[in-house]
């Protein structure tokens, strides 16, 4: 009986190594499943890309720059808010007010006193936002802007929203486009949203620019709240803060600030009108002219 016993007991000896190794098995690839799910759980979730907003290019806006040397070219790595500075009036065409920031950036040193004199051969900002909403493309983002404050220009990709926000509100199609217009920037260029500011912010006591009544949604963060929803894709509830107590209260698409056209100058007796009058020279053909008029803005 010994041999048939000692066989025996061999076979189950058998059986349960070989049992123990499927268990080893087993055990091992559960433990993988479980930490490789587990891992899944730490792995970022990548948001869908956001779209860009319309822009309007500057074939379409008819831009005519000048070339920009080399040594202006950066990487950019902030976001500088401005307003144009300028009274807006309701009925202005924005495109007419781009063309004529370029022609006037060209002609500086014939038009302006130093040390505002310098050439700037294309707009100062990468971006430039209309009452109406329409943001309209500047210079290229792989250059620098220009500005008549001293501050470090490079690695700034300067956007623009025109009127003066001192005395005219933002409109809420300005509010908004500049929010999706920063949002998409930050994503293209990997920029983190603290590093979104204004000219103020950047130049202290040189300006306030972008005027009070944009920089409040600045100075209390909720620009950068709508801005991180926007890069999110989430739905946006940009609300227009009540008038500030010091503040404008028209909006800058009030259709009160309109231009008034002058009166026409009064007729000497016996005289008769003079219509065969020159037409005006459209803006694109006074680049080369003395008589551009500047705008008021500080870039």
């Given amino acids: ?39 899944c759980s730490y792995l970022p979730v990548y948001a869908k890309k956001i779209s860009p907003p319309p822009i309007v290019t500057p074939a379409e806006w008819g831009s005519n720059p000048h070339p920009i040397p080399d040594d202006k070219k950066q990487i950019p790595q902030w976001i500088t808010i401005h307003h144009a500075g300028e009274l807006w009036h309701y009925g202005e ?28 051969p294309d707009l100062p900002y990468h ?15 792989t250059y620098e802007p220009e500005s008549n404050t001293k501050y470090p220009l490079n690695g700034n990709i300067g956007v623009e929203m025109m009127g003066d926000f001192n005395v005219q509100r933002p409109s809420m199609e300005q509010l908004s486009a500049c929010v999706a217009l920063t949002a998409w920037l930050l994503q293209e260029h990997k920029i983190a949203v603290d590093k979104v500011r204004t000219h103020q912010d950047v130049a202290p006591g040189q300006t306030d620019c972008p005027g009070k009544d944009f920089y409040r949604y600045i100075k209390d963060g909720q620009f ?43 007729l000497m007796p016996n005289s008769t009108p003079n219509l065969d009058l020159p037409k005006a020279t459209p803006p694109t053909a006074l680049q080369d002219s003395n008589s551009v008029t500047s705008p008021t803005s500080k870039p």
Wanted: hydrophobic share 40%; net charge positive.
């Fill in 93 to 120: 065409d924005p495109a007419e007010f781009v063309r004529r920031m370029q022609i006037w950036g060209q002609n500086r040193p014939k038009l302006e006193k130093p040390p505002r004199d310098t050439y700037w």
């Fill in 1 to 39: 009986m010994l041999p048939f016993a000692v066989t025996e007991l061999g076979l189950l000896e058998g059986y349960q190594s070989q049992s123990k190794r499927v268990m080893s098995s087993i055990y091992r690839t559960l433990l993988t499943l479980l930490i490789a799910a587990g891992a």
């Fill in 224 to 266: 950068k709240l709508w801005v991180l929803r926007a890069k999110k894709g989430q739905k946006l509830n940009i609300v227009e803060g009540d008038a500030l107590p010091d503040g404008p209260t028209k909006s800058i698409n009030d259709p009160s600030t309109a231009k008034v056209p002058a009166p026409p100058a009064p």
């Fill in 127 to 141: 971006f430039l936002i209309a009452p109406d909403g329409r943001i309209f493309q500047g210079r290229p983002v």
